[in-house]
């Protein structure tokens, strides 16, 4: 005698929402301490190809002015539309970091890094454990 088989219903799944800088930043401050808002920045001035720009405000820097908050406030996360924007966003920032290209930017030591269609700045102003727990978490925020 054959046996009946049934089969099971196919599986459905749902599509997963993309993440987005303020969520991700708000998944930072909760593995940093020291953040203290998340609060955006005005995107006319790091690029216009970004889609979203967002500061962390660190407790460690004092003297951010949140009227007018950048990287200077701890650190700034970056959203493209895709992974060659964040590409070609940190190549433009290698380009003014570097004293042989004309108009460079004097002075700064920050710490940049890409991952998906993100770049994360970190300010050179905070001490290496800092650099070290932003590097940190937003490599488990955004995983590659």
Do not use: W
């Amino acid at each position: 005698m054959a046996q009946a088989t049934t089969q099971e219903p196919a599986a459905t799944t749902t599509p997963e929402t993309p993440l987005t800088a303020q969520a991700a930043a708000q998944s930072m401050k909760s593995a940093i301490p020291q953040v203290l808002q998340v609060v955006p920045d005005k995107l006319s001035l790091i690029s216009a190809e970004a889609t979203a720009v967002v500061v962390l405000v660190d407790s460690r820097l004092p003297s951010c002015n949140l009227s007018d908050p950048d990287i200077d406030c701890g650190a700034s996360l970056e959203q493209y539309p895709d992974k060659g924007g964040a590409i070609a966003r940190m190549q433009q920032i290698e380009r003014a970091n570097d004293p042989s290209t004309p108009g460079h930017i004097t002075g700064r030591n920050d710490t940049n890094v890409a991952s998906q269609n993100f770049v994360l700045r970190i300010s050179g102003t905070l001490p290496a454990d800092a650099i070290a727990q932003y590097r940190q978490a937003f490599s488990q925020v955004v995983t590659v």
